[in-house]
């Protein structure tokens, strides 16, 4: 059977293109493009028999199948040959028991995806592992493509150069200058990208990338282009897998530029088009108080649209004012019943805090999507016997300063409620056994 997937522009207009073709946005309308599938051809295959080939690939080992992205190759990206796939097995991504945060809110069956359990220590992996493989496939078709860019609020960034320094192709980064973690920076460097740190924030960044890559033979890899969204849409499919094909009541994701909020839905529609599933869960964006413009949106039913600009918050990688894809975002909260809240940074450190002393280490973002939960739970719009999904999209190792800062109580416009700094004491038996006492209350 020949499964078959191309661009066609989100507005309806019927434009289509190959994804083979360097183009980002309609021709016709200007609208931005998304993957669209032969379903019929997909249809082939009974839900009983996508589910039995996806479980029978988890965690093989046959290229490239073992990966959480291709092994949902058909309905991923069909074409690309497989000796030009580039995967370094990518998701299949833990989801487990949050059990002690759970009982503590009230919500006992509370469950994290680990995204950041992953190469690059971020979900972008799942997006990257497609676009740099269409590009090497469009490569060794002969295609003229020198390298491939990006703008990044820093794990795009690291994702994109570990992927195409894995296939031997270069990689232009555009960062904004001091306002990605340290570790954030140096993945792209440690993989050999040319990393361009400018004096603007992420939303500057994105327009120069996109004048860059007018010029057909630099490719870009921002979520603009879609073919991130095919991998990334993987995370919704992989959660209800991971439930033994149940459907959650509730995932909460963090969002910025709205992509993986976009590709969540897009994979989670597509199961129920063929027949996986037969109910949606809800969904609800997590957004930094700071860089809110689809919470403002969203208090007018998504009436009104305005960028803002987005001011500097510890949820560094959701510092995004104008995000792109706003109108796919929208598409997904109107079908999921979706709804949008947010997080100050006092919230979301604590949020975050409060988790890792259950056991979690949470980078910021998911703490802007746990400081969600809170209320959602506290305002009774989440019930005690819902089942509920917390997208974790980083790992907290990528965010060492965050807590650093965090239980050396020294950042901004938090007050550190569980901080836990480290005693200093005399290297001595009595200071010791004094300082247990005391701090268990002996
Ligand atoms: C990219 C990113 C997000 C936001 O995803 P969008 O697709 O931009 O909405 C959230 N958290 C982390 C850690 C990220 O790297
Ligand atoms: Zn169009």
Redesign the pocket.
Known sequence: MSYHCWFE???????RYSIYDVVY???????LLDVEHDLEALKDRSPAEWKQLFEQRTRTNQWPYGSGVWGKKEWVCPQVENENVVSMYEGHTNCFWAERLGKEIGVPDLWVKLCGNSHTGSFKDLGMTVLVSVVKQMMADGKPIRAVACASTGDTSAALAAYAAAAGIPAVILLPRGKVSTAQLVQPIANGALVLALDTDFDGCMRIVQELTTDPTIYLANSMNSLRMEGQKTVGIEIVQQFDWEVPDWIIIPVGNLGNVSALGKGLLMMRELGLIDKLPRIACAQAERANPLYLSYLTGFQEYRPVKAQKTLASAIQIGDPVSYERAVKVLRAFEGIVEQASEDELANAAARADRTGMYCCPHTGVALAVLFKLVERGQIKPSDRVVVISTAHGLKFTNFKVGYHDQNLDEVISRHANPPLELRADYSAVSEAINRAFGY
Do not use: F, Q, S
């Not at 946005?25 to 609208?31: A, I, P, Q, S, T």
């Open positions: 522009c989100i507005r309806g207009c019927g434009r946005r309609c021709e016709d309308c200007g609208g």
